[in-house]
């Protein structure tokens, strides 16, 4: 538990954006992790120490994009670093705009540099490679579809159709028509229109593979006209925020559908924008197992060196509940 006999607490982190999404590294300070492997870490942090994840990611120090990453050590041989990725509501299974944020703060403090490094994750092994021209790329878990063309009855905007595909997290990328156009502008409508549909997705008990909650619901409008990008998308993530990136999990799914559609193959690069219009290169290798190995591309820039206090007498030291 929190140190009751340390006067301040001071968590260092490093802060940084990937394409639009912060990501904050917490690179000292934190409490010790029991555990075999990073998936035990995870585990043992949620159940011993959430006021970790509050304390770096809620008001009034976080905010409801960010997520955080608590860099920890990993047994594997070939990782230079595991990692733990959380939110302003829990943990994250993978991130992989906030692995791209880690790549770029571990080259920042000089722990790596340009090439390829190991990272365990809690869905396994990644590597991030440091390009030396300021992109970043991820060689992600292997992905795939696991459902398509899920008819969800949807309160206030009726049948929708989507695909279920895993790319590190659990995604249902919707396939109709959607009452918006996927612009900034209309946020607040897509913000609805995606949460009803996890709303509707729990109610009717709609999974991933091993009863998996599909906590991110992605639109992707691949005729937006983009001169510098094949699509562009919109995902509403856990805690109900809007990645400002375009969600290199997401993106991953999106690649393992138009895979399993015939509509992209190894050798091809798909370019991803998120709503910001920034975007993420992907590009695909078949996977034994059926489905494909993603590699997504993207830049990340530090923007903050950081030390948080945790003083016993703040009432919100540990974060405003959200
Ligand atoms: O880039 O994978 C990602 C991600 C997940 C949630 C926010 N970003």
Redesign the pocket.
Known sequence: MFDQMNPMQIIRVVDSH?EG?PTRVVVDGAPSLRGDDVRQKRDWLKANHDWLRTACLNEPRGNEAM?GALLCDSNLDDCVAGVIFFNNVGY?N?????TIGLAQTLAHLGKIGVGDHGIETPVGRVTATVHGDGTISVRNVRSYRFATDINVVVPGFGHVHGDVAW???WFFLVRSSVPFPVQIENIAQLSAFTLAIRTALTAQAIRGEDDGEID?IEIADDAAGLAHADSKNF?L?PGNAY?R?P????TSAKLACLFADGKLSPGQTWRQAGILETVFLGTIETASLGGVVPTIAGRAFINGETNLIIDPLDPFRFGIPS
């Open positions: 990937t999404e997520v994250l993978s991130c992989i705009h906030g790319g590190g997290n991110h995902v993530c990645d990136s969600c290199g999990t997401g």
